[in-house]
């Protein structure tokens, strides 16, 4: 083989290797955000030196609560260790109040308790299941916001809706994270109303809940745009990592449909 | 007094601060980090003739504050909601400062102090004080503060039920709360606000205002605040977004109002962090965008005015309204404020 070729195989490695890097970071989601860390500017810098990974991240302010921050950092240091050339695995936060001790902690899988033994009475699950719930709920208030403006479905309908009514793409797939992430599965016979445990909103219920689905996604979509302006206040240069959040309620117009009149 | 289009607007500023974050009185980095915090929202969200240097925001003088607050930024009356943050400053975060001000100015401030009821029986007695001292109306509570090994309290804590109960006995009504990141245990979610549902059940003749409008928890808030009549929510950090994201803040206001009505809302500026000026202008100039009107209803005159200081003049009623600023037609039963249940 002729050096060139050879060169030319280990760049094409190293490419694709740095795609894994990439892609097993785009499953980490911020949980108040609901959105990935790559998309919202959070990753500063990432490099495959080997078998080994290490990668930086950043947040909008010093002050952003630990128990997020720290969510963030072990998740990311699962996703690279799952990629199956990896054998060694640095993640660090930098610019944080308490960053020295989630990088230690994650780095020596002492848990969220070990890493923070005075403070913390618990491992961060039921935290992030209550998290998982809320981006469900606002995901079901885009995706019928969608379907009442651009699928004609009447409100009163909406009990009836099912995850195969979906246009595919963001809608469809958008909601099936949400459920699996909440464990539920998504059949193409399934509902798109349900809660957290899967069990369907009666017809009385939905104007209510979806009132306070769209409540939780204002919350949530308002935290995306104050956290994404802060980090790139704090980091200039975060703009050109930023990827567009999208439409707040999925479809393609400009307007909001007056889906839950108050 | 703000005036516009033949309409006058008694002005309450219900959220500010006299700060000191110089280098020389930060405790370690985190008083560092605080200021610079604040600052990055500062100019986040400003407009851009409004943003000051690092060096200006982290210590202003009592002339620039009254110039900011009562010359250019309309205010009738304001309140200072100090903050103590004895654990990131020498000598705290909030300048004494303020309470001479206040002295000196009764007719136009207001001074509010602060507790924290980790302090136990010693605090306890010292609310006692300061309440004499200060003749205390209201006070701030600003529960993700550090204290020692804690990183924060909740209002529902057997200790703060305490205090609460003092502020009652002491005929202390307003109780401000600061929503924020870090709250002991750290497993919990940091900015969860139930626990102002406990307490303002269990204190009704107490009033809470929660500051930032449980942001971003706004469907935690609206939710306790629908079932409370006695929480309110205060506009701080939530009404700059004017500028930025009108669109967003349409919603966020237009949520409030069909949430909680009219008469709990509150305006701050939370000054330093934002120059009452322009969130007074832009929020009189105001409007639902009209391709959002299916979904809110477009704000009135009247509620604007209740927002920008009628409202909370009903809280602190030595704040005296003129009769001409009062509004012109007796307010109606309002007609926004519904309860969640049955309201469709």
């Known amino acids: ?262 | 007094m703000y005036w516009k289009d033949g309409e006058n607007y008694f002005i309450v500023d219900a959220h500010l601060h006299m700060w000191d974050a110089s280098d020389e009185n930060q405790k370690n980095i985190h008083g560092a980090q605080f200021i610079e915090c604040f600052y990055d929202y500062h100019r986040n969200l400003s407009p851009e003739e409004y943003v000051w240097t690092l060096e200006d925001y982290k210590n202003y003088s009592e002339e620039q504050f009254m110039t900011d607050i009562f010359d250019n930024g309309y205010a009738d009356h304001a309140i200072f909601n100090p903050a103590a943050l004895n654990d990131f400053y020498v000598n705290g975060f909030s300048r004494p400062l303020a309470w001479d001000m206040a002295q000196r100015n009764p007719d136009r401030l207001t001074y509010n102090h602060n507790f924290d009821p980790r302090n136990g029986e010693v605090g306890l007695r010292q609310l006692e004080e300061d309440a004499a001292k200060y003749t205390l109306k209201g006070v701030k509570l600003y529960t993700a503060e550090w204290h020692g090994d804690s990183r924060g309290y909740r209002l529902s804590d057997p200790w703060a039920y305490k205090y609460l109960e003092k502020c009652q006995e002491l005929g202390i009504k307003n109780v401000h709360v600061h929503k924020g990141p870090t709250i002991k245990p750290l497993d919990r979610d940091a900015f969860d606000v139930s626990d102002i549902d406990h307490c303002a059940t269990d204190f009704p003749d107490l009033n809470f205002i929660v500051e930032h409008v449980g942001l971003p928890r706004l469907e935690d808030f609206c939710w306790i605040a629908t079932q409370e009549s006695n929480v309110y929510g205060g506009l701080a950090v939530a009404i700059p977004f004017i500028h930025t994201r009108p669109r967003y803040w349409a919603q966020i206001i237009g949520e409030l109002l069909s949430w909680i009505g009219e008469d709990r809302i509150l305006f701050g500026s939370d000054y330093a962090l934002w120059q009452p000026k322009w969130l007074i202008e832009k929020f009189v100039d105001f409007q639902i965008p009209e391709d959002m009107q299916g979904e809110y209803k477009p704000i009135t005159t009247n509620q604007k005015k209740k927002i920008l200081g009628l409202n909370a003049a009903g809280l602190y009623p030595h704040i005296k309204v003129p009769e001409e600023l009062q509004l012109r037609e007796p307010a109606m039963a309002s007609s926004s404020s519904q309860g969640p249940i049955g309201s469709e």
């Open chain 1, 1 to 262: 083989m002729s050096a060139a070729v050879r060169d030319l195989r280990v760049t094409a490695l190293s490419e694709d290797r740095a795609a894994q890097v990439a892609a097993a970071l785009g499953t980490v989601i911020d949980p108040e955000l609901d959105e990935p860390i790559t998309d919202l500017g959070f990753v500063t810098d990432q490099r495959v030196e080997g078998r080994r990974v290490s990668v930086r991240l950043r947040l909008p302010t010093a002050f952003c609560s630990p128990s997020f921050a720290y969510l963030m950092v072990s998740d990311a240091h699962d996703a690279l260790s799952g990629i199956d050339w990896v054998d060694d695995v640095r993640v660090t936060l930098q610019d944080h109040h308490d960053a020295d001790r989630i990088n230690r902690g994650v780095a020596s899988a002492l848990g969220f308790t070990g890493t923070y033994p005075e403070e913390a009475a618990g491992e961060l699950e039921s935290l992030r299941r209550r998290f998982q719930v809320k981006a469900h709920t606002a995901f079901i208030e885009r995706v019928c916001t969608l379907m009442v403006r651009e699928s004609n479905w009447a409100v009163e309908d909406l009990g009836s809706l099912r995850i195969s009514d979906l246009p595919a793409g963001r809608p469809a797939d958008g909601l099936r994270r949400r459920r699996t992430d909440l464990g539920l599965r998504s059949g193409p016979d399934d509902h798109v109303m349900v809660d957290e445990f899967g069990a369907a909103w009666t017809p009385e219920m939905i104007p209510l809940k979806l009132r306070f689905a769209k409540a939780v996604r204002i919350s949530i979509d308002g935290n995306a745009h104050f956290c994404r302006g802060l980090l790139r206040t704090r980091y200039p240069d975060a703009a050109t990592d930023q990827r567009d959040r999208g439409p707040e309620s999925l479809g393609t117009g400009s307007g909001v449909p007056a889906v839950i009149r108050h």
